[in-house]
């Protein structure tokens, strides 16, 4: 069984940082694709940023480039995401997302490539 487990959310101010965590279990990260997501209630789910594990190749919404840096740790089973320069606008509960072997892929950023999903942890951003 496939678990994700999402910590490090937290509230700061504009201009802050923090690092999201994504501890997995029951699932080894060689050559997957995983991601994160945010969410606003009443909003779709958006793909914040994605990496393949194989090859290393990461893709990252624009809102975010220059700012969030995602990033694993294959002796930790872990998954990252840097957030710097923190913005009101990043406010949202963040997923961590797992890839299954075998599933056809979309895009790195798209909620179909993915199988499993982490519960959420929020991040809240005060101007």
């Known amino acids: 069984q496939v678990l994700l487990a999402e910590s490090g959310g937290d509230s700061v101010q504009a201009g802050g940082s923090l690092r999201l965590s994504c501890a997995a279990s029951g699932y080894t990260f060689s050559s997957h694709y995983m991601g994160w997501f945010r969410q606003v209630t009443g909003k779709e789910r958006e793909g914040v940023a994605g990496?393949?594990?194989?090859?290393?190749?990461?893709s990252y919404a624009e809102s975010v480039k220059g700012r969030f840096t995602i990033s694993y740790d294959n002796t930790e089973n872990t998954l990252y995401l840097q957030m710097n320069s923190l913005e009101p606008e990043d406010t949202a509960v963040y997923y961590c997302?797992?890839?299954?072997?075998?599933?056809?892929?979309?895009?790195?950023?798209?909620?179909?490539?993915?199988?499993?999903w982490g519960q959420g942890t929020q991040v809240t951003v005060s101007s």
């Open positions: 990496i393949h594990t194989g090859n290393e190749r990461t």
């Open positions: 997302a797992a890839a299954a072997p075998d599933d056809p892929y979309y895009l790195l950023l798209s909620p179909r490539t993915y199988r499993y």
